[in-house]
């Protein structure tokens, strides 16, 4: 397991993306995090197989997108995953995704949810050990992460 942020690899801003004020659609953010999250989910066991295997995935129950920094059509993109914390249903995680050039376009929250789907209802279901031992494992290696600074956040005007 690696000793710090997991990296995606690069992911480009497609066209079809880009809405009438000629900048990035704000529901393709959650697009590129949500591609780049399945670059890290080998590291902790999920994917296709998993789910042909076991009749289990994840479904992201809340996600909140902070906007940093616009981006444009072609611009090449990659995100962090960082574990934040974990029980034995579902995991708290935060993303940074970053331009090629070094800024800071967008951050992003997530609290998942293990769930079988091999019933007649998909249900919220126990990971089983061998992802709790990866889970402990990146957790570990990230420990000594400052914590984020956008993490938590809630949404409302501020007056003073």
Known sequence: ?????FNSAPL???P???DYNGHLNMAYYSVLMDQSADHAYPALGFGPDYRDRTGCTTY????HICYVRELHVGDKVTSTFR???YDAKRFHIFQ?????DG???ATGEALTLHVDQSGDTPKVAPMPDEI???LSAMKEAQKDLPQPDRIGRTIGIVRK
Do not use: G, P
């Open 1 to 5: 397991m690696q000793d710090t942020l």
């Open 12 to 14: 480009t801003v497609l």
């Open 16 to 18: 079809e993306w880009i």
């Open 60 to 63: 992201v129950a809340e996600f």
């Open 83 to 85: 574990l934040i914390d």
């Open 96 to 100: 940074e995704l970053w331009h090629e």
């Open 103 to 105: 800024w800071l376009a």
């Open 132 to 134: 709790m031992q990866k």
